[in-house]
């Protein structure tokens, strides 16, 4: 039985041929489930060898390499003939390979856990940015949860997103398909860039290139470049429509893009990037259009380009800053 099925059938990503075959196998001779009990302890081991990323992988390297130099001359007769005993042989090979592998995703994004299992990636009071397994890359923005997986031999890449809002660039590739779950909405991309916003009340997706596909329940809808939708968790209802501005992309620009779009909305964003409370008095300055850049820094300098702008005032109290 080659050591890949194996190692496929302990990972449960073997398909309905490939299982029957293993479990055929193992019934058909004592010494062939004796065999399989060695191999799945060794590749066990491995797993928690995996698991604890402080081991550093150099020494593993040389204590390995001094092992395989020994001279068989210095081993006794009776340790030969169980070196060369079967069972030992498919152990060994068995080893070497999961050894090999550990070594290689030492290097991996998150030391390559997401191929056994989910790995969890946030952000706290400020976005991160993070790469995948795939060369995708994702920007968390601040107080954002997902989890994420790519087995080794799985079909589809797996993101669940928890809360918050994240801007995907998905590495394409059309034979493992990308699916981020947020709530009971399903999003599928193959390779582009878009955004992600969601929370108890509704998802929010825009897509900046290629095309993605939302689905809630029956319904679903074929997003564009420039193109957004909004679902609600509550009644299904999927809302497509075009972008109002182009603010939401702030957390991975670093930069608040203005462009003839009312006040109230670049305040709306600025409250939602510095997580405070700022007010502007009066309908008519609400609605003032603005064209500007602001750089995701100092809210003070912000306001004040604000203020030289526009020419208004601004104070503050104990609890929100007035704009008027």
């Known amino acids: 039985m080659k ?53 550093d992988e150099q020494v593993a390297w040389e204590k390995f390499n001094k092992l395989k130099a020994r001279k068989s001359a210095s081993i006794p007769k009776q340790k030969q003939r169980f070196l060369e005993s079967n069972w030992f042989r498919a152990a060994a090979t068995v080893s070497l390979i999961l050894i090999s592998t550990w070594v290689y995703t030492f290097f991996l994004p998150q030391s ?17 940015a993070y790469p995948l ?6 920007v968390l923005n601040k107080n954002t949860q997902l989890s994420y997986t790519q087995k080794l031999f799985g079909k589809e890449r797996n993101v669940s997103m928890d809360s918050g809002e994240a801007f995907f ?7 493992k398909p990308f699916k981020i779950r947020a709530e009971q909405v399903e999003i599928t991309v193959l390779g582009t860039s878009f955004h ?16 993605v596909k ?32 182009q603010l939401y992309n702030y957390y991975v620009s670093k930069l608040f893009q203005a462009e003839g779009i009312p006040l109230q909305e670049l305040v709306y964003s600025l409250n939602e990037a510095y997580g405070t409370n700022i007010k502007i008095q009066g309908e008519e300055l609400k609605n003032m259009p603005i064209t500007t850049t602001l750089e995701y820094g100092s809210l003070d300098q912000n306001l004040e380009v604000l203020k030289e ?6 104070s503050r109290t104990a609890d929100q800053i007035l704009i008027e």
């Open 3 to 55: 050591e890949e099925l194996l190692i496929k059938y302990l990972l449960d990503e073997s398909n309905v041929d490939e299982t029957k075959a293993v479990e055929n196998w193992i019934a058909a001779d004592e010494k062939n489930q004796k065999e399989f009990d060695q191999i799945k302890w060794v590749w066990n081991s491995s797993k928690v060898l995996l698991e604890k990323s402080e081991v």
């Open 112 to 128: 390559g856990k997401a191929y056994f299992g989910s790995v969890e990636l946030q952000s706290e009071s400020s976005p991160v």
């Open 133 to 138: 397994l795939d060369g995708t890359a994702i």
């Open 169 to 175: 660039e998905v590495k394409r590739n059309e034979a």
């Open 196 to 211: 992600v916003k969601t929370n108890e009340i509704a998802t929010e997706v825009i897509v900046v290139t290629g095309s």
């Open 214 to 245: 939302v689905q809630i329940g029956e319904s679903e809808e074929v997003l564009k470049p420039n193109e957004k939708v909004t679902v609600s968790h509550e009644s299904g209802k999927m809302t497509k429509s075009i972008p109002e501005n």
């Open 309 to 314: 702008t526009l020419q208004l005032k601004v």
